[in-house]
């Protein structure tokens, strides 16, 4: 069973249903129209992998004589039929093995079309005991044309309006998908609820979540240079603030501390279903003690969307950000909290409520004052969300940058986002020469070959001379000097809400991790798994 899958039945409910149908496979088919699955998924195509990318290379015959199935890869194979799959070398199992070998999604078809044609056919029943959640209309976008030369679907998260859906269900199931506890945790709490009762009230961690994306055992080479500096500069963000808890005399060092070495580990965390940033955990020294302790830091996005003062009488647009790794299928940032750095390519993306069909106008404005791209978007009646990402020529200039949306070209909103110069380049850091190529925006100063610079009045926009020869300036700075002007724009958009110690510290004032009730060392008696009970429970 996959991450996303989740069981909706008990285990006792399960092994009795699996008991009674032993002898049977349970494999759902596509449906009756052969020549449009075998259109769909590619089986006439070759497919091979190379280089993390999946590459269509040409077209190929179906084998003849042979009834082509498929469906969902998700299933329950009896014993016999896998020895079957396993071990056999007749015809059958040897020439699909081989024709499946340069297929794109071979489990979607490879035992659903060796069952059907082998002497185990009559075991299949066309139900694979799973609801999963597909809503064509998100879920078909090819939004992996990144990885592979074929657009394909994939189901949507379930959320905690279909639970209805798992108690009402007529056919026999067992398990559902998908579920992801980074868009939401809630349905996952309602089931365990649903099928073993409710956590008595105040558990600690019912509502969080914690998502590890990254470890020292990865390596520093697991990141990139974005995340690598944006987690550098959360860490220094931490120990700032652990220096201002202790108040009064400025010759008190006990709070006080050197930074040490790379990021330990990384957490995403989530709060009631609401991102609330990022917990890094890092190494330090203590100036009073001079001994080294591991702390963890957590810090918090700000909120840069406002709308204009006073209001437009356009009401349609409800919000904008910008990021990348935008999810279109569940309509979200993947980088979240849109950690970006020079080299990165935004998107835009706008949330929109009912109402009329309408053009509006989004401007892109660098930290100084350049306007780097403006183009139109026509909103129809039924349209909830729009994206689009300008085709800016790289590196970005690093600082605060806006996104203005004008309806007839009167402001409607705004929201700024941050690109952060890097402190690291290759994971090392970053030399002068290295900054000078990714921290001076682009060649010529031009986003794109067409010039916006004519708007700037327009829009009331100047360009001042001191910001342009400060950025100038800051192109070139390494080292310390680098930092500082990294932790200044990061703590613009950041703040250091609170920092905790692994282990007892030097600092009187600073809190053990265990103790709080956001650390990624906290306590979370709803992920805790033991060993397996009589009744197949592990938590």
């Given amino acids: ?153 994939s189901p949507n998260d379930f959320k905690p309006a279909d639970l209805p859906r798992f108690q009402q269900t007529t056919r026999p199931t067992f398990f559902a998908r998908k579920f992801e506890a980074s868009v939401n945790q809630e349905i996952v709490n309602q089931l365990d609820s649903f099928l073993f009762g409710s956590l008595p009230q105040g558990t600690p961690g019912l509502s969080s979540y914690w998502e590890n994306m990254y470890d020292e055992a990865d390596g520093v080479h697991s990141l990139s240079d974005a995340l690598l500096t944006h987690f550098h500069a959360f860490a220094r963000l931490g120990l700032t603030r652990a220096t201002s808890s202790l108040q009064g005399d400025s010759s008190d060092t006990r709070c006080r501390y050197f930074a040490m070495g790379h990021p330990v580990s990384v957490h995403i965390y989530f709060l009631s279903d609401e991102f609330q940033g990022y917990l890094v955990r890092h190494h330090a020294t203590n100036l009073a003690t001079s001994k080294l302790e591991t702390l963890e830091t957590w810090v918090m996005p700000k909120k840069f969307f406002k709308f204009t003062n006073p209001p437009n009488s356009f009401n349609r647009l409800q919000f904008a950000e910008i990021g990348t790794d935008w999810d279109a299928k569940e309509r979200i940032f993947r980088n979240f909290g849109n950690l970006m750095g020079p080299t990165d390519e935004p998107v835009g993306m706008q949330k929109w409520g009912k109402g009329p069909n309408v053009t509006v106008t989004v401007v892109w404005i660098d930290p100084t004052n350049v306007i780097a791209a403006t183009y139109d978007i026509l909103i129809d009646a039924s349209a909830e969300f729009t994206h689009y990402r300008p085709p800016l020529n790289l590196p970005l200039r690093p600082g605060m940058w806006t996104v203005r949306v004008l309806h007839h070209w009167s402001p409607v909103a705004e929201t700024r986002f941050l690109i952060t110069p890097l402190t690291h380049h290759k994971h090392l850091p970053i030399r002068q020469e290295d900054a000078l190529k990714v921290h001076n925006g682009p060649a010529k100063n031009s986003y794109m070959e067409q010039s916006f610079h004519g708007l700037n ?47 007892p510290s030097g600092c009187p004032v600073m809190q053990t991790c265990r103790e709080t009730a956001w650390s990624s060392l906290s306590p979370d008696p709803k992920s805790q798994l033991g060993p397996p009970r009589a009744n197949g429970r592990v938590r």
């Fill in 457 to 503: 009045p327009i829009l009331n926009i100047p360009v001042h001379l001191g910001e342009v020869e400060a950025a100038e300036h800051n192109a070139g700075l390494t080292g310390a000097k680098l930092e500082r002007w990294v932790d200044s724009l990061v703590g613009e958009v950041w703040s250091a809400v609170d920092v905790c110690s692994t282990a």
């Fill in 1 to 153: 069973m996959p991450y996303s899958s989740w069981g909706i039945r008990t285990n006792d409910q399960l092994v009795a249903f699996l008991s009674k149908y032993r002898d049977m496979n349970f494999i759902k088919s596509h449906g009756r129209d052969n020549a449009r699955f075998i259109r769909k998924q590619g089986l006439d195509r070759l497919f091979f992998e190379c280089d993390t990318h999946m590459w269509r290379l040409g077209d190929r015959k179906i084998p003849e004589g042979i009834s082509v199935d498929g469906g969902s890869d998700w299933f329950l194979l009896n014993r016999a039929f896998v020895e079957y799959v396993i071990n056999s070398e007749d015809d059958l199992v040897t020439s699909m093995k081989r024709f499946y070998a340069y297929t794109l999604l071979p489990a979607e078809s490879f035992f659903h079309t060796v069952l059907e044609n082998s002497p185990h056919c009559e075991s299949m029943v066309d139900n694979n005991l799973r609801i999963t959640n597909w809503n064509r209309k998100l879920g078909c976008k090819c939004q992996y044309k990144h990885i592979v030369d074929w657009c394909g679907c």
